[in-house]
């Protein structure tokens, strides 16, 4: 860690939410993330592009309590549309904008490789939990001047493809980086950050602890969505990640500076 | 080339036709190709799952002088068809296969870049013409081990991705590597290779030379789409591509043995 350290930090930035669905908020993004200093990697959700070419192609999505059952029909258009088109288009503007761009999913190198959800009550289809991340070839990749662009997708090791969930994807892969390099993690989305009420972008909370977060928690005041990526956050936090951030795309642009607008997550003392 | 010659030969496989329709054969074909010793590339074309997907789309195949003219929306199901859901199930595959693939278009890395072709009498739309091969790149992550699967898709450098041949981009790459690698370039489909008479397998022409070629080809006894295939062969040949191989996707396998069934092809003595 002293080595990670002495380096530029790496910035492992998630777009996700309805960025990807609004060209203009994403070119900024892009920008904002081009003109980052130091080591960087771009993770992409899905936006509603796959939920559109699903409806156009007659695929029907299903949802078990909010979730996304991945028929193997849906499984097709999530390869065609998140690791076809989705992640090829950013890497095309991200090298007109200077960066060595190079798009993956989880099966390309062997990057991230899951193990399909095992049937319980609910069977998710072929949706993918994370077992591992070869962070080996991603510092390498990232030494080398090269800038990973990943999409939701992973593979079983055996030939079968699966969509796994791009927040798990940008987590696991900071921590896993967390031990080469000094790690700030970024989910960034079209909203400011974590809101105290999700209509008042006046109502951003600029720093949260853990402390903070449980009592915000226990209120009832952080609840939906923000919970399991707020969960997701302090689980990087103690598994390596320095710090990680929730905001809108484009306020990347201002990451490490007095004038960010978003919400800054360090790890204060434990609850009791 | 001291050097390359000392190393084990590259092989660049390109895959066409319809073997990307036919899975028992792309499964022989990757199988035989994981087993080849030394580098290789892979190279796939697009078979008919783009005009397939088109179709569904409701998108129309525009077609002059028997050419693909690429709108935008074409291109767009080019991108999810060759470069996400194809380029994406073969790398699985060769992964399960042992063989650390990496899929690519021409964005990634900037491996190719291409201008798109400027309307003249035919406006090819989205399509483009080859301008330059990372080489380097791709010799690097050879040296590392792994094995590039590129689609037939290209970009300008200005965040515009382009569709281009397949046939073109093995060829490009093949003779931006021969500075390297002593390389073998093979041309791989359904058929057994060059055949006099394309409805009898009988008739695989085994060994052809430049002036062999121009003798059949004035005779009319190579005509259609191997012409411009052969013509390909021989330009390579003369940009220091060692030996090309026209055959069937599982003969793969046999190259370089005395059981290889296909069409080799070498420089012989330039026409008088």
Same mark, same amino acid.
């Given at each position: 860690m002293a080595d990670a350290a002495a380096q530029a930090p790496l910035t492992l930035l998630k777009i996700g939410g309805?960025?990807?669905?609004?060209?203009?908020?994403?070119?900024?993004?892009?920008?904002?993330?081009?003109?980052?200093?130091?080591?960087?990697?771009?993770?992409?959700?899905?936006?509603?592009?796959?939920?559109? &070419?699903?409806?156009?192609?007659?695929?029907?999505?299903? +949802?078990?309590?909010g979730r996304r059952i991945t028929s193997p029909e849906m499984l097709e258009?999530?390869? &065609?549309?998140?690791?076809?088109?989705?992640?090829?288009?950013?890497?095309?503007? +991200?090298?007109?904008?200077?960066?060595?761009?190079?798009?993956?999913?989880?099966?390309?190198?062997?990057?991230?490789?899951?193990?399909?959800?095992?049937?319980?009550?609910?069977?998710?289809?072929?949706?993918?939990?994370?077992?591992?991340?070869?962070?080996?070839?991603?510092?390498? +990749?990232?030494?080398?001047?090269?800038t990973p662009v990943l999409a939701p997708l992973t593979h079983d090791g055996q030939g079968q493809l699966l969509n796994t969930n791009a927040d798990t994807i940008a987590s696991e892969a900071a921590c896993a980086l967390a031990g080469a390099f000094a790690v700030r993690l970024v989910f960034s989305f079209e909203k400011a950050g974590v809101l105290l009420d999700v209509a008042d972008p006046q109502s951003l909370i600029r720093r949260l602890d853990r402390a903070a977060f449980e009592t915000l928690a226990a209120g009832g005041q952080i609840a939906g969505g923000m919970l399991p990526k707020l969960q997701n956050a302090f689980a990087a936090l103690g598994r390596g990640v320095q710090a990680v951030y929730i905001c809108r795309a484009d306020a990347v642009a201002q990451l490490g500076s007095p004038a960010f607008e978003g919400t800054e997550i360090r790890n204060g003392a434990p609850p009791a």
């Open positions: 309805e960025v990807l669905d609004q060209p203009e908020l994403l070119d900024a993004a892009l920008r904002a993330f081009a003109a980052l200093p130091g080591p960087k990697v771009l993770v992409h959700g899905g936006g509603k592009a796959g939920t559109r &070419m699903a409806a156009r192609l007659g695929v029907e999505t299903e +949802l078990v309590d258009v999530a390869v &065609m549309v998140y690791g076809g088109l989705m992640n090829k288009q950013v890497v095309a503007k +991200l090298q007109a904008l200077g960066v060595d761009a190079a798009g993956f999913t989880g099966a390309d190198l062997d990057l991230v490789r899951a193990q399909r959800r095992p049937p319980g009550r609910i069977d998710y289809g072929l949706a993918g939990d994370v077992q591992a991340v070869r962070a080996g070839v991603l510092a390498r +990749l990232l030494r080398e001047g090269v």
